[in-house]
């Protein structure tokens, strides 16, 4: 008997898709705009089963990817994570998504640098709806909260002499234990942009670069309002972030 291999990935689809709806096939990114800050590449991920052609004009040269060649009929060769530089002058270009040979275009994605002279941008790393690890930038303002819990009890410090040191104190914390809270805010991104925002919120596995570290977090904010141009004009998205860790050191 013949053995069979499937190929599969821990993604999911929207009731409203029916069952066993098929992902994408090409660039496995829902949204049609991403964001980098000036001067920095951003890594992009496209399924490469099905032969697809990603055509990009960086500094006035064409640049073609065909992935043709990448997939070997094993897991780890069908996702290609495509390295993407912005243009020397940092104006946006287009990444154009082909079939093979280029007669139908599958998906175009807007490369947009951002300026950001006064705050650090924040990178995060998510596993999106398609199963792969997507990342994204937060451009704005930080701002970054302790949480603290604790016990105590009351004890007693009168001595044997009857008397007392005021340095001691009657309450006595114990079990001190932190975790570090984050808010971050987007910049202003196209409405389109609402679907990478939707699939972070919905993602098991977050993790953001903080102080050179890459730390696994959780998502407080727990809800979030679907913003538009006409609505809302410009739109930004502020997300609460709690990493998913204690702050002193308890893993056994």
Known sequence: MATEYYLSFNGYGYFSEGTQPELSRHALVSSNYTYVPEGTS???PFYTEDDIEIVYTRNGSQTTVDTASDYDQTAASSVKYVTFQPNTNNTP????????????????????PVCEPKYTPIQCYFVNKFGVIQQMYFFKATNELLNVK????????????ATYSTEKSQFQRFNIQGQTNISLNTGYVNEDFNKTIEELFLSENIWLVWESNKLAAI??????????????????????????????????
Not at 99 to 105: E, K, M, R, T
Not at 224 to 245: G, H, P, V
Request: aromatic share 14%.
């Open 93 to 112: 270009y287009d990444i154009v998504v082909y079939n093979d040979g280029q007669s139908s275009i599958l998906k175009t994605i807007t490369l947009q």
């Open 219 to 252: 998502p407080r904010t727990k809800s979030f309002r679907y913003r538009t141009s006409l609505n809302d004009k410009l739109i930004n998205y502020t997300i609460s972030f709690d990493f998913s860790f204690d702050t002193i050191n308890s893993v056994r």
């Open 42 to 44: 951003i890594e992009i």
């Open 150 to 161: 604790d016990d105590s009890f009351k004890r007693n410090i009168i001595t044997s002499s």
